[in-house]
């Protein structure tokens, strides 16, 4: 394993991770969100372009699917964070009875730092 | 050709043979062999009943092969096999044979044709699985596994006093849609709810999945929750209350996914999520929705799967699953984010991968009987997945924050098998029609029609675009070290603290009386005591006089009698 960066297998795992490092930079980060946005503006404006087929008449109204998901899940976020303030405790709250404040088990494991 | 060759016993054989073989390569490749001959019944042999056993006088199937259980038993020996391959690693004999029990169990389950062999591997899949979670070997997990253990022991033990009633009202034990006319089939649906995690019944299922080990939970997801599904497409298709009760079971776990740290945890309530639609499609009932339903656990099964396989590489790697403390993963391991990635992409349904071709079933089959706000809440936790499951999982792990953890890629047969499932995942959703194919039923359906690509890919952007800016106005809720009260509150803390007060008050009480009913004694005592003690008035020395006066008292007394004469 530890000669892989050379392998073929390197190569393609060191292209993955080349094509990703934008992910740390704030500014390309905003710019794939907006570019998100903008696709997202793009497939609603779809609707006007071709023949829903709905079972509902809610369905059919322009841009449904759109509206509906944002909201949503908006709405849900909020409605978890309001959550937990009522559900939320720390995690020993079950201790000893409850795996959660515990380490995993080192046997279970094989930590491995990576090669770079 | 096969037809000595029933495949729950090939599991139970191989379970048993293993420890003598000895512990290493050849074990494990022994292990590997299971499933893959497990399998050849299966798919050789023609729909029929087999291996039928007299038991009292009653005839029991135990090799039941019809389209759905053909379904449910290939997709459990595939799994089986996937995640063996996940475990190939594992050197803890206790796991290896509870990996194989379980899934030959559960397999064995899928092919009862009566409810004496279902009970029988029912309890199997419960005692088999329950050392997946003690092979952590802490108390936390000992304590955890107790708990899953009285759960899934408590559904065998209402599925067989089901039976029994059932058997007594129709004289039948076979394993058929049951009518609810009777009250065995109430039992009988109370158990496969109780495995099935029914809302409120459902938190053995968060409780126990992240508590075993890294390998025993991407096994533990795969089998029993499938198998009550499979149990209810069996035995309650059509039943109409199925379907509110499967739209919470969609609804309410997403909430508690947006806010729970545990990974692994965060996919069993998506797991919980994924079991509303089949329920719904269990419901509905007609032959799109149980198609659905079939097809929806058959891909289910296979990204749920590769999702905890995914981050149980992180945890294996890094020693936790926790979001708070992962981040910026996918520079040391890419592979298995790009497998998260497929199997995240899968569960929220996204066009060209397996969640999408049938969960869109489910929808489609509600909406078609007219169940609009039924309908409505499984667009919202369509949408709730991705941005729970699909969003969250691959972001708090490889992305998010960096947490400087710099683990090295994931074993290579890790690495197998999730790619195995990630092409499996990818195959079905551009490929639909060979699973479609081996549907209980005929197959009209296309989900590749421009409305339902167009509106899904609307619904899924959008959450996406919601999580982006939620993330970066501050609102989503960041990870932190907790925990979150679900219903194993009522009986880990209320219950305990209640017989607690119950134990004090009734002690208390018990202790008043006791203490009363002593002082009242001693007090009578020493009235006797002062009346006939040595000191009393009683134990006086009386001289023999007293005794001749009174006697000449008495006589006095008997002659006057005698002398006066009544008139």
Redesign the interface.
């Known amino acids: 394993m530890a000669d892989h960066k050379n392998s073929k297998r390197g190569h393609v795992d060191s292209f993955i991770v080349r094509s990703l490092l934008w992910v740390d930079d704030r500014s390309k980060v905003d710019k794939f969100f907006w570019g998100i946005v903008v696709v997202g503006v793009l497939l609603t404006l779809l609707d006007l372009f071709y023949k829903k087929k709905t079972y509902f008449s809610t369905e059919a109204f322009f841009g449904f699917y759109s509206f509906y998901g944002f909201i949503m899940c908006a709405a849900l976020v909020v409605a978890a964070r309001a959550l937990r303030v009522v559900l939320m405790r720390s995690e020993d709250y079950y201790a000893p009875t409850d795996v959660e404040s515990e380490d995993h088990p080192e046997f279970d494991l094989n930590r491995k730092e990576a090669d770079v | 050709m096969f037809e000595w060759l029933h495949p729950a016993l090939v599991y139970l054989v191989g379970a048993l043979l293993l420890p003598l073989v000895p512990n290493g390569k050849a074990r494990a490749f022994l292990i590997l062999l299971v499933p893959i001959v497990g399998v050849i019944p299966l798919l050789t042999m023609p729909f029929g009943e087999f291996f039928q056993l007299n038991l009292f006088g009653e005839t029991l199937t135990t090799f039941r092969l019809d389209k759905l259980s053909f379904v449910f038993s290939l997709i459990f020996s595939l799994a089986a096999l996937l995640s063996l391959i996940y475990a190939w690693?594992v050197r803890d004999t206790m796991q290896q044979v509870a990996a194989l029990a379980y899934a030959g169990s559960a397999i064995g389950a899928a092919l009862a044709g009566d409810l004496i062999t279902l009970f029988v591997w029912w309890e199997g899949t419960a005692i088999a699985s329950v050392f997946l979670i003690w092979?952590?070997?802490?108390?936390?997990?000992y304590?955890?596994g107790m708990r899953y253990l009285i759960i899934q022991i408590a559904s065998g033990v209402v599925l067989l006093a089901g039976a029994a009633i059932h058997y007594r009202e129709t004289g039948s034990l076979a394993f058929e849609a049951f009518s609810l006319d009777g009250v065995g089939a109430w039992f009988i649906l109370l158990s496969f709810g109780i495995k099935c995690a029914f809302p409120l019944l459902h938190n053995w299922l968060q409780d126990s999945y992240?508590?075993a080990?890294?390998t025993g939970t991407v096994i533990l997801s795969a089998f029993t929750t499938k198998l009550a599904v499979y149990a209810l497409a069996r035995g309650f298709a059509g039943t109409d209350f199925l379907i509110p009760i499967g739209a919470t079971m969609t609804l309410f776990p997403?909430?508690?996914a947006?806010?729970e740290n545990?990974l692994r945890r965060v996919l069993t309530y998506s797991l919980n999520n994924q079991l509303g639609f089949m329920v719904v499609g269990i419901g509905v009932g007609s032959e799109l929705a149980i198609n659905g339903t079939a097809a929806h656990a058959f891909s289910h099964i296979l990204y749920k799967a590769l999702l905890f396989m995914s981050v149980g590489a992180v945890?294996?790697?890094?020693?936790?699953?926790k979001g708070s403390e992962l981040g910026?993963l996918?520079?040391?391991?890419?592979?298995t984010?790009?497998f998260c990635v497929i199997g995240a992409a899968s569960i929220s349904a996204f066009p060209l991968f397996s969640g999408f071709i049938s969960k869109s079933m489910i929808l489609?089959a509600a909406?078609?009987d007219?169940h609009?706000i039924t309908?409505?809440i499984l667009?919202?936790a369509s949408?709730?997945v991705f941005?729970h499951s699909g969003i969250k999982i691959p972001y708090f792990a490889f992305?998010a924050h960096?947490s400087g953890k710099?683990?090295?890629?994931a074993?290579w047969n890790m690495l197998l098998a999730m790619g195995l499932t990630a092409f499996l995942c990818i195959a079905i959703g551009v490929w639909p029609n060979a699973l479609y194919s081996i549907l209980p039923y005929d197959v009209k359906y296309n989900p590749y029609?421009?409305?339902h690509v167009?509106?899904?890919?609307?619904?899924?952007?959008?959450?996406?675009?919601?999580?982006?800016?939620?993330m970066?106005t501050g609102?989503?809720?960041p990870e932190?070290?907790?925990?979150?009260?679900?219903t194993d509150w009522t009986y880990?803390k209320i219950i305990p603290a209640v017989i607690k007060f119950v134990v004090m008050f009734v002690s208390a009480v018990w202790s008043e009386l006791v203490r009363g009913a002593a002082n009242s004694v001693s007090a009578i005592q020493n009235t006797l005591a002062s009346f006939y003690g040595p000191e009393g008035r009683v134990a006086r020395v009386q001289p023999t006089g007293y005794m001749v006066l009174w006697l000449a008292i008495l006589l006095g007394a008997a002659l006057l009698v005698n002398l006066v004469e009544l008139p």
């Open positions: 690693h092979a952590r070997r802490t108390e936390g997990s304590h955890t992240p508590a080990t890294v997403i909430f508690f947006v806010i545990d945890l294996h790697r890094t020693g936790t699953a910026g996918y520079k040391t391991m890419p592979w984010m790009v489609s909406a078609k007219g609009y309908w409505l667009l919202f949408a709730g941005h992305f960096d710099r683990p090295a890629e074993p029609t421009s409305t167009i509106t899904q890919f609307q619904l899924l952007f959008f959450s996406a675009i919601a999580f982006g800016t939620l970066r609102i989503y809720p932190l070290k907790s925990i979150n009260l679900d880990r």
